[in-house]
């Protein structure tokens, strides 16, 4: 499934390299060729770690674009998985450093969410209890044991949009 996926985005990437040549877009064809090696060689690590840092990528270069969903939700779904990348890793610093993110692009993002009305209020409300418990996780598993529900919440907030 990931070699599929991975014609997918190189095939993406190949197609918008033709029109952007930004920084952004030199950094992903970088991580995409990166992903092919990865991929093939069956680096489940090292995979998901750059997935994911396309993901970042692209949503970087989505932003002019004024999506529908805020770039900054796409970002927290990024955060989520960076929380799941490095309580595999076990990397605690990494980790601090992901829980300061989603607290600064929740902090930015909330005032859009709660602006959809009474369900975008709720989910704003909800989502706060999750990054309440994002920023109670004191060891890797406690990020682990919360980033799956923290993925659902968040496709919950795309939802809103």
């Not at 060729?33 to 690590?45: F, G, I, W, Y």
């Not at 992901?98 to 704003?124: C, F, K, L, Y």
């Not at 999750?130 to 980033?147: C, F, L, M, N, T």
Request: net charge neutral; hydrophobic share 40%.
């Amino acid at each position: 499934q990931a070699a599929t996926q991975l014609t997918a985005l190189k095939n993406a990437v190949s197609e918008s390299s033709n029109t952007d040549s930004s920084d952004a877009t030199v950094k992903l064809k970088k991580t995409v060729s990166a992903l092919d090696v990865e991929v093939s060689a069956k680096q489940r690590h090292a995979v998901m770690r750059d997935a994911n840092e396309a993901t970042r990528l692209v949503a970087q270069l989505s932003r002019s674009y004024h999506p529908a969903v805020p770039v900054d939700i796409v970002m927290l779904d990024y955060y989520c998985r960076e929380m799941q990348v490095w309580s595999t890793a076990k990397n605690m610093q990494k980790l601090v450093t992901t829980r300061a993110a989603i607290r600064d692009t929740w902090n930015q993002v909330r005032p859009q969410v709660a602006a959809r009305g009474q369900a975008g209020e709720a989910e704003a409300r909800s989502f706060d209890d999750q990054v309440k418990q994002v920023e109670g996780a004191r060891a890797p598993a406690d990020y682990e044991k919360i980033a799956t529900p923290f993925l659902e919440a968040v496709d919950r907030l795309e939802k809103i949009f």
